[in-house]
């Protein structure tokens, strides 16, 4: 709909074509008449046209100027715009202000990455934690200026096409200012392939783990001496054949049992804790994998007993893994041992070795009692049983698949479950192709 000032400006069109065409007839000249109306009209409208681009390319601040008829609704318009659009720069302004006066304050270093890995923008923090200066550090490459070899490697692993995939854990790094702070690295991608690069102090975070670690390290330590002695005593008890030691046979078997428990507990803890005191992935030499299960077999058949399971070995000879010989052999036997006490007798176990285009894999696959779902993601925690009553009862400590978590990690892997409630469960650990080796010829 146009406005009132548009039927004005024709009307006002329409009586000067009239008055001039009609002068124009009195003096005989309508053309001459009708050509001076266009060329003034049309003067007046660029003249204006001209006002209005220099307004615009003033000061925006400036009152328009006066115009009439359509003219002045036009320089309105633009001028309530250029308001408007003051307003709404104003408010984004102040909400970016807020915005970065909150992430400056933030006591975790944060900073925006381009595409590209160069630093956009980052707050104080950063310049605290990772070194950065301002200006100077805004558009070098972050890997640059953070050189550890870790994180160089870190980077390359970010996926860079689909930021949803990020599922890459943090990374661990000592502060490149200060080499007694130690800081967790996060890359996010985000927006139009960005990535926020978060950087979290965990000095203090650490420390509280290592005192938890020495704790349970220590406590463990020295419960061993004294359950070697009690178990010994125990031994001797049962072994000696007085009237004493007969009446007292089911109590001192009950302590020898418990009293074994109690070591295999010990025990698992000291591994973990030992497992848990260096993190990084161990390079190792190339064990023989299958070797090794045909030892576990073995061990699996004598604590099955008279259960008879069936045992089936799938395992390729030549495949090798490069990795801790011991540690390995505590992940497979915890995996292998598990299938066999949870396993109901005469079931099947079957235990495979072998290699495709994603690495190697050791898998242990059972026809037991099967585990439900909401139950799997948490096996892998320290002392978590699907039934605490039957795992003990079978000797179980708790912490069996958190050592196979952390053994698996040291070697790159990653440990997969597979079960179905009553018809039994897979146990898959995956190693990377760089971990795969073959059996000289
Ligand atoms: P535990 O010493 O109790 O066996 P683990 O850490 O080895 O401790 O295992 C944790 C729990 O996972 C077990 O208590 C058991 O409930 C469940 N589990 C492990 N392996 C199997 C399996 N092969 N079949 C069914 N349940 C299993």
């Known amino acids: 709909m146009p406005s009132a000032s548009w039927y004005t400006e024709f009307w006002r069109l329409g009586i000067l074509l009239a008055v001039m065409l009609l002068a124009g007839s009195l003096v005989g000249h309508t053309l001459l008449f009708a050509g001076i109306t266009a060329m003034v009209y049309t003067g007046w409208h660029l003249w204006n046209l001209y006002r209005l681009d220099r307004w615009l390319l003033q000061d925006k601040k400036s009152e328009p100027p006066d115009a009439p008829g359509i003219w002045g609704d036009v320089f309105y318009r633009f001028y309530r715009l250029q308001q408007r659009n003051r307003k709404?720069?104003?408010?984004?302004?102040?909400?970016?202000?807020?915005?970065?006066?909150?992430?400056?304050?933030?006591?975790?270093?944060?900073?925006?990455?381009?595409?590209d890995?160069?630093?956009?923008?980052?707050?104080?923090?950063?310049?605290?934690?990772?070194?950065?200066?301002?200006p100077d550090d805004i558009g070098q490459y972050i890997h640059n200026l953070l050189r550890h070899p870790q994180f160089v490697e870190y980077i390359k692993r970010q996926p860079q096409a689909h930021p949803e995939d990020s599922s890459e854990a943090p990374l661990s790094l000592t502060s490149p200012r200060d080499g007694q702070i130690l800081l967790r690295l996060h890359l996010i991608p985000y927006a139009n392939r960005q990535t926020l690069l978060i950087a979290r102090d965990i000095t203090h975070l650490q420390r509280l783990e290592q005192i938890r670690r020495d704790f349970v390290g220590n406590v463990s330590h020295e419960l061993r001496t004294p359950l070697t002695v009690l178990t010994g005593f125990l031994e001797t008890m049962a072994d000696s054949d007085d009237t004493c030691s007969r009446q007292w046979q089911r109590p001192l078997a009950l302590m020898a049992q418990q009293t074994a428990r109690m070591q295999n507990i010990v025990n698992d803890l000291l591994l973990?804790?030992?497992l848990e005191a260096d993190n990084s992935h161990s390079d190792g030499e190339p064990v023989e994998v299958a070797?090794?299960?045909?030892?576990?077999?073995?061990?699996?058949?004598?604590?099955?007993?008279?259960?008879?399971?069936?045992?089936?070995?799938?395992?390729?000879?030549?495949?090798?893994?490069?990795?801790?010989?011991?540690?390995?052999?505590?992940?497979?036997?915890?995996?292998?041992?598990?299938?066999?006490?949870?396993t109901p007798a005469h079931g099947e176990i079957c235990l495979r070795w072998y290699a495709d285009d994603a690495g190697a894999h050791f898998s242990v696959s059972d026809t037991g009692e099967g585990i439900a779902e909401h139950h799997i993601p948490r096996l892998t925690e320290r002392f978590y049983r699907v039934d605490v009553g039957r795992s003990r009862s079978q000797g179980g400590t708790g912490l069996g698949l958190?050592?196979?978590?952390?053994?698996l990690n040291r070697h790159q892997g990653n440990l997969r479950i597979e079960s179905k409630l009553s018809e039994g469960s897979t146990f898959t650990?995956?190693?990377?192709?760089?971990?795969?080796?073959?059996?000289?010829?």
């Open 88 to 115: 709404r720069k104003r408010k984004l302004t102040a909400m970016l202000k807020r915005f970065q006066e909150s992430t400056t304050a933030m006591p975790d270093a944060t900073v925006v990455l381009d595409a």
């Open 117 to 134: 890995y160069r630093i956009e923008w980052f707050n104080r923090a950063a310049q605290h934690l990772l070194g950065l200066q301002h």
């Open 272 to 274: 973990l804790s030992k």
């Open 291 to 342: 070797r090794l299960l045909r030892h576990i077999h073995e061990e699996a058949k004598l604590l099955s007993g008279e259960q008879q399971h069936r045992f089936h070995l799938l395992l390729d000879d030549n495949l090798l893994l490069q990795g801790e010989e011991a540690e390995l052999r505590s992940a497979f036997s915890n995996l292998v041992f598990n299938a066999v006490r949870y």
């Open 402 to 407: 958190a050592i196979v978590k952390h053994v």
């Open 429 to 441: 650990c995956d190693f990377p192709l760089t971990r795969k080796g073959e059996r000289p010829l």
